[in-house]
């Protein structure tokens, strides 16, 4: 689509105090400029990714070497560790994690919304020794002015504040921007009703000049956010600066068309279409209550 086009498909209600149809416009149209140049960027190196699989909670200590180690011989060089449980425990397993990859790799923690404001604020600092690029989800996704307070609280220390996962419109993403309460935006392909949603708060995003760094941890989220993020590399942002797209290696063998990761990063899918289509047969095994998977687990149940 050209720029117009485009447009035509966005609902610019509620956010023209942010970004308005004109200064949209314009981006596309300055993303004209250089754009098959990063199309053949995109399908020799893909869009950098980094990984969530190696440092969930509940693993353990060899568990997350194991799997960290696989991930750095993989060419990995950006990980994410959950947070939030156990300070103590916490700190253990952030020393442990950026001892195996060392100062130069990129390391992330994610709180999955465990704390109150100043319970966060104090928490985070207490780990920024690990030199962490950013905390995800801090607190209540709802709450754009706690996160604000955060992000301000941590500015100082090097830490940016990362969220959106569980933003379900473009309204929230406008005062998330407005209120500087995120340093990095992370879209989420399903959450965000329907790529239109998704294209004005890429839009926003660029004119606030915050990098997109969309959530893909779920069943086929990987598949489907690919697209999104390519698209704003080569027509929105232009940029690959502090943008890295999360995967997650599991539940891809669901899909007819699978993510590729080649050298940690997403190339770009080949096959037409939103890459969500699954298997005949694991639809069918998982469905509710007659899949096969479904029986065995009542079955268990009854035992």
Known sequence: MDPKQLLSCIDFRYITDALTEEEA???????LVG????EEQMLKTGYPAYTTSCAWLGYSDQRLKQLC??????GWTRFKVKVGADLQDDIRRCRLLRELIGPENILMLDANQRWDVHEAVEWVSKLAEFKPLWIEEPT???????????????SPLGIGVAT?????????FKQLLQAKALQYLQIDSCRLGSVNENLSVLLMAKKFQIPVCPHAGGVGLCELVQHLIIFDF???SGSLENRMCEFVDHLHEHFKYPVVIKNASYMPP??????????EDSVKQHEFPEGEVWQKLIAAQKL
């Open 25 to 31: 416009y314009e981006i596309l149209q300055k993303g």
């Open 35 to 38: 754009k098959k140049e990063r």
């Open 69 to 74: 180690q696989k991930a750095l011989e993989d």
């Open 140 to 154: 209540s996704p709802d709450d754009i002015l706690g996160h604000a307070t955060i992000s301000k609280a941590l």
């Open 164 to 172: 959106g996962e569980q933003c379900h419109n473009r309204v929230i």
């Open 234 to 236: 080569i027509s929105v």
């Open 270 to 279: 080949q096959d037409p279409g939103y890459s969500a289509e699954m298997k």
